[in-house]
């Protein structure tokens, strides 16, 4: 792969992620939004059960505590899943950046001259670069992927209980 082709790649993933942190954004937006109308609907019905005890939605009560569990045990879930992926990413490349640096270590002792030697150094600086920038714009792919998919059962549920408590 050619250096403007690595280039063309961490474009489109640099676009890849600002499309991603502009959907987070507006999700979460749209979310605190609903949970404003759900929070604001569950204390009228509350209120009116606290008023007429004989009359309060308790189905509705039992839903107030049992889909936050619910969409908080998934938003969890989430969060273990990509956490423990991105672990093992990171590892992965400072294994292999380990190697990398063994190579070129090996590559400067060996030279024939100092020049040899520079140019070595100067090869694996360059391309230590090249790896890094383009393991940070992975990384932020995947940790905008964590936020989106921790947010996603949240932002649902929030959601459906604004269009359903707007009876």
Do not use: F
């Not at 005890?53 to 619910?70: G, I, Q, T």
Request: without cysteine.
């Amino acid at each position: 792969m050619t250096m403007l082709d690595k280039t063309i790649r961490d474009g489109k993933r640099a676009v890849k992620n600002a499309q991603s942190a502009a959907t987070a954004a507006a999700n979460s937006g749209e979310m605190m939004r609903a949970a404003s109308d759900v929070i604001a609907a569950r204390l009228n019905i509350m209120a009116e059960g606290l008023a007429n005890p004989m009359k309060a939605d308790m189905a509705e009560m039992h839903l107030m505590s049992s889909e936050k569990v619910e969409a908080m045990s998934a938003s969890a879930a989430a969060i273990a899943g990509n956490l423990g992926d991105l672990a093992a990413r990171v590892s992965k490349s400072a294994m292999d950046e380990v190697a990398h640096a063994q190579r070129s270590a090996s590559a400067i002792a060996g030279a024939g001259s100092p020049q040899a030697a520079a140019t070595a150094h100067y090869n694996y600086a360059v391309a230590w670069w090249s790896r890094a920038a383009g393991q940070m714009l992975t990384l932020n792919t995947e940790l905008l992927k964590a936020q989106a998919d921790a947010l996603k059962p949240i932002h649902s549920a929030a959601v459906a209980n604004a269009k359903r408590l707007k009876r």
